[in-house]
């Protein structure tokens, strides 16, 4: 899994599937999948990642880089690697 601890917060590298009929997040292999229910359009997918993340996360959570990509890195500020594991897992 693509999560790395730095000294501004943990970074989750995830890869976005937009259009889906359902927001989930899935892991395959070692790929972090979120399936948007949003369009790529105007910023709508980067949105409803960041308000869900910071739903599940309880924390504040900022795209990192790749805004117009659908490879994301995210920045999840006051939680570890361990803890964003364990909250993904279920």
Same mark, same amino acid.
Request: hydrophobic letters at 30%.
């Given at each position: 899994?693509? !999560?790395?601890?730095? &000294?501004?917060?943990?970074? !989750?590298?995830? @890869?976005? +599937? $937009? %259009?889906s009929? =359902? @927001?989930?997040? /899935? @892991?395959?292999? %070692? /790929? ?5 229910? /949003?369009e $790529?359009?105007k910023? +709508?997918? %980067?949105?409803? !990642?960041?308000?869900? @993340?910071? &739903?599940?996360?309880?924390? +504040?959570? /900022? ?6 990509? *659908?490879? =994301?890195?995210?920045? !999840?500020?006051d939680?570890?690697? =361990?803890?964003?594991?364990? *909250?993904? *897992?279920?």
């Amino acid at each position: 899994m693509s !999560i790395n601890e730095t &000294k501004d917060g943990t970074i !989750i590298t995830i @890869f976005v +599937k $937009p %259009n889906s009929p =359902k @927001f989930k997040i /899935e @892991f395959d292999s %070692n /790929e972090i999948v979120v399936y948007s229910t /949003e369009e $790529p359009v105007k910023g +709508k997918v %980067n949105r409803e !990642i960041i308000k869900e @993340f910071t &739903k599940l996360l309880h924390t +504040k959570v /900022e795209i990192a880089s790749g805004a117009t990509s *659908r490879q =994301k890195k995210l920045l !999840i500020k006051d939680k570890g690697k =361990k803890e964003i594991e364990d *909250r993904l *897992r279920y």
